[in-house]
């Protein structure tokens, strides 16, 4: 795989990197996306009908079995070489900041340090009527479990549609978009607001944009560099070719 000279160069003189990433990081992991045609869980599943608060309140067995089959699904699968390539650069660059809008842990498990998750984690839980974190050890066998505090229904820790990100880590997003000297955007079809506008703002702020994706997208438009392909293999890649004495 051939990189830009000048992309290479930008890298190694890179003192914090940010890498925003997607579905698609974790897809070469066997998790499905949102959006891809055919493959994607939109293409088979109703968001209205599973990731939303008003889909949990009008059907929380469903909503709750839904989640239960992805963790399952999540369980059994680990973190891929694009989740290595990125948290390898932790080795490389003074700080490396992981902006993700997955909820699957992948990038702690690779060995990422500094996680950011924008839509939470399906592996919390917490009560949808007091909002008390519920750890696993105290989950009742009801479907879905009883909140400890309140006798409320417990669901998983995701941010679904309609709701607000969480305040800090929305915070932290944006003081990274100060600092960070680079900002990937990678395996996401930015479609979902309010973290889509984080490449944009990056750009905005001078930063150097690199977009990594099979496809084309909307941030191609705002990115100096579009790197087409697979996260698993491009991101290896670059991290060879940008390090190659020691990646
Ligand atoms: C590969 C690859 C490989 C494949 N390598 N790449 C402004 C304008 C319009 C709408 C809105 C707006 N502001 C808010 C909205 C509404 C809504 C929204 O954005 N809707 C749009 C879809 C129209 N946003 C919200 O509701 C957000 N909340 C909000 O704004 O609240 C306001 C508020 C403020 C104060 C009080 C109250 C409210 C919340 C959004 C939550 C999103 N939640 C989900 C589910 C999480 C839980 C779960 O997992 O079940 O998050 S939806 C889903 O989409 C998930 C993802 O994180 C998110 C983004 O998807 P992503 O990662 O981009 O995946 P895909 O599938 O779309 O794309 C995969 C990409 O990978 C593709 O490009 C492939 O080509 C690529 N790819 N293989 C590299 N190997
Ligand atoms: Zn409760």
Known sequence: MDFAPDLLDILRNARHIA??????????????????AQTGLWAKYRAEDLAT???????PVTVWDWYAWRRDLMRA??????????AAMERLVQRVTVITQNV??????????????????????LCADCS??????????????????CQGKVRPGVVWFGE??????????????????????IGTSSLVEPAASLPRDARACGRTVIQINPEV??????A?????????????????AAWPQVA
């Not at 607000?164 to 960070?180: D, M, N, S, Y």
Request: with cysteine.
């Open 19 to 36: 890498t925003f990433t997607g579905a698609g990081v974790s897809a070469e992991s066997g998790i499905p996306t949102f959006r891809d």
């Open 132 to 149: 008390a974190s519920v750890p696993e050890s105290e989950l009742t066998a009801d479907i879905p479990p009883v909140c400890p505090h």
């Open 53 to 59: 608060p008003e889909a949990f309140r009008r059907d």
């Open 77 to 86: 699968v680990g973190p891929n070489p694009g989740h290595l390539a990125i």
């Open 224 to 240: 100096q560099y579009v790197l087409r392909g697979k996260a698993g293999e491009v991101m290896p890649a670059l991290v060879k």
């Open 104 to 125: 699957d842990g992948l990038h702690m498990q690779a060995g990422s340090s500094e996680v950011i998750e924008l839509h939470g984690n399906i592996w919390h839980n």
């Open 217 to 222: 997208t909307s941030h191609d438009e705002i």
């Open 164 to 185: 607000a990100l969480p305040a800090q880590a929305w915070t932290r997003a944006a003081e990274v978009l100060e600092t960070a000297d680079v900002f990937f955007c």
